[in-house]
């Protein structure tokens, strides 16, 4: 039917608009009863584009000139709407699911939590992330999620050298001069080198705190950070602390990229009677 104006074309047929002089359905509806009608479009009709379907059915797109919902949504028994899916509804892949669900997968067809993740429905369907004191089964309960964490005994708990945030949502890993320690191990199963003092993580002997504190260094000769002889003594045997500075103790010189000091050599100098060092 060719038209001047919409109302050429919706005094005729309801719904019904003029584009181009020609009398279309308006954007959502289809033509239907040899074309003297306009009626909604519903999922799996054919489509042109996005606005075909989303103006008749919410969260629904053209897909390959098919209506068909978005991706998170599944259709009613009527195909007439678009719900956002809940674990336990079908599924065909992945997105299916956590487009919808955060933290869920489609497994053997059915929306699930992922590992790491418990199921709630209330107050709607979602999967929450385990936290530290959360009841699992194995070690991927909580290590899927919370770096540094473990099944210990049937509830998630942070593993040797890490330690619970406020929140119990992360495991943190232990830093040189935290005081949450309670012996060496809960130091040095992150830090080697390190012990628990006063429930203070601190560098043995010989080393000092580098990298933000996650590390301890072995001092060598030339180090300016020392503090006591010990200092240097127990990294490099026959050295000592000179005004901040690790050197070599009188006799001894520096050798191996300055991690050892050796016991300088003499040589006898008969012209002049005296002694000279030899390295």
Same mark, same amino acid.
Not at 60 to 65: E, I, V
Not at 148 to 156: D, K, L, P, W
Not at 264 to 269: A, F, I, Q, T
């Given at each position: 039917?060719?038209?001047?104006?919409?109302?050429?074309?919706?005094?005729?047929?309801?719904?019904?608009i003029?584009?181009?002089?020609s009398c279309?359905?308006?954007?959502?509806?289809?033509?239907?009863?040899n074309?003297?009608?306009?009626?909604?479009?519903?999922?799996?009709?054919? =489509?042109g584009?996005?606005?075909d $379907? *989303?103006?008749? #059915?919410?969260?629904?797109s !053209?897909? +390959? %000139?098919t @209506?068909? /919902? &978005?991706?998170?949504?599944?259709?009613?028994?009527?195909?007439?709407?678009?719900?956002?899916?809940?674990?336990?509804?079908v =599924?065909?892949?992945?997105d299916? $699911? *956590?487009?919808? #669900?955060?933290?869920?997968? !489609?497994e +053997? %067809?059915? @929306?699930? /939590? &992922?590992v790491?993740?418990?199921?709630?429905?209330?107050?709607?369907?979602?999967?929450?992330?385990?936290?530290?004191?959360?009841?699992?089964?194995?070690?991927?309960?909580?290590d899927? #999620?919370?770096?540094?964490?473990?099944? +210990?005994?049937?509830?998630?708990?942070?593993?040797?050298?890490?330690?619970?945030?406020?929140?119990?949502?992360?495991?943190?890993?232990?830093k040189?001069?935290?005081?949450?320690?309670?012996?060496?191990?809960?130091?040095s199963?992150?830090?080697?080198?390190?012990?628990?003092?006063?429930?203070?993580?601190?560098?043995?002997?010989?080393?000092y705190?580098?990298?933000?504190n996650r590390?301890?260094?072995?001092?060598?000769?030339?180090?300016?950070?020392?503090?006591t002889?010990l200092?240097?003594?127990?990294?490099?045997?026959?050295?000592?602390?000179?005004?901040?500075?690790?050197?070599?103790?009188?006799?001894?010189?520096?050798?191996?990229?300055?991690?050892?000091?050796?016991?300088?050599?003499?040589?006898?100098?008969?012209?002049?009677?005296?002694?000279?060092?030899?390295?």
């Amino acid at each position: 039917m060719t038209c001047e104006e919409d109302s050429d074309c919706f005094n005729a047929v309801l719904d019904s608009i003029c584009s181009n002089r020609s009398c279309i359905c308006k954007s959502g509806m289809k033509a239907a009863n040899n074309n003297n009608e306009c009626e909604v479009r519903n999922i799996f009709d054919i =489509c042109g584009i996005d606005s075909d $379907c *989303f103006d008749a #059915v919410k969260h629904t797109s !053209c897909w +390959n %000139g098919t @209506c068909r /919902c &978005d991706v998170g949504y599944i259709q009613d028994m009527n195909a007439s709407a678009c719900s956002r899916r809940h674990i336990g509804d079908v =599924c065909d892949v992945d997105d299916d $699911c *956590f487009m919808s #669900v955060n933290g869920s997968v !489609c497994e +053997n %067809g059915t @929306c699930k /939590c &992922d590992v790491g993740f418990r199921t709630s429905l209330s107050p709607v369907s979602q999967c929450i992330r385990n936290a530290i004191g959360d009841t699992c089964q194995r070690n991927a309960d909580c290590d899927s #999620v919370l770096n540094g964490s473990y099944c +210990n005994t049937g509830a998630c708990a942070c593993a040797l050298g890490y330690l619970p945030s406020d929140q119990k949502t992360m495991c943190l890993m232990r830093k040189i001069f935290d005081r949450t320690c309670q012996n060496t191990n809960d130091c040095s199963a992150v830090i080697p080198n390190s012990i628990c003092t006063s429930k203070q993580c601190l560098c043995s002997a010989g080393f000092y705190p580098f990298a933000d504190n996650r590390t301890c260094t072995k001092f060598k000769i030339g180090d300016r950070n020392c503090k006591t002889i010990l200092d240097c003594k127990n990294a490099v045997p026959w050295s000592t602390c000179e005004k901040g500075e690790c050197v070599c103790d009188i006799g001894y010189m520096a050798v191996n990229n300055l991690t050892e000091c050796r016991k300088r050599r003499w040589l006898y100098n008969y012209l002049y009677d005296t002694k000279i060092p030899r390295n």
